[in-house]
Nanobody
Framework: QVQLVESGGGLVQAGGSLRLSCAAS????????MGWFRQAPGKEREFVATISRSGGRTYYADSVKGRFTISRDNAKNTVYLQMNSLKPEDTAVYYC?????????????????WGQGTQVTVSS
């Protein structure tokens, strides 16, 4: 089992940047594919990005491609989401998730563990 704790959210102006971190407990972090999802008020949770166990494979939602970068440091048990050129429509609670599968994918059902979320607010 793994526990996930997100940090790094906050208020930023449009065009700005934030880096989210997700720290995982346990010694087997490298055995989990990781993903980031977000949920805006009144909307369904949506996929943002995912990264394979080794970090060699990544996949992004079209809405964030070219602006966001997912990465991981298995020695630090941490996954990151670097968010650049932020837009007001990026405002949401961002969640990290861990998958026991080789590759988590873009569907939330492919993930087994979830963090509590961190709020990102982008002002216009």
């Amino acid at each position: 089992q793994v526990q996930l704790v997100e940090s790094g959210g906050g208020l930023v102006q449009a065009g700005g940047s934030l880096r989210l971190s997700c720290a995982a407990s346990g010694r087997t972090f490298s055995m989990y594919a990781m993903g980031w999802f977000r949920q805006a008020p009144g909307k369904e949770r949506e996929f943002v990005a995912t990264i394979s166990r080794s970090g060699g494979r990544t996949y992004y939602a079209d809405s964030v491609k070219g602006r966001f970068t997912i990465s991981r440091d298995n020695a630090k048990n941490t996954v990151y989401l670097q968010m650049n050129s932020l837009k007001p429509e990026d405002t949401a609670v961002y969640y990290c998730a861990a998958s026991t599968r080789l590759y988590g994918g873009a569907n939330g059902s492919g993930y087994d563990y979830w963090g509590q979320g961190t709020q990102v607010t982008v002002s216009s």
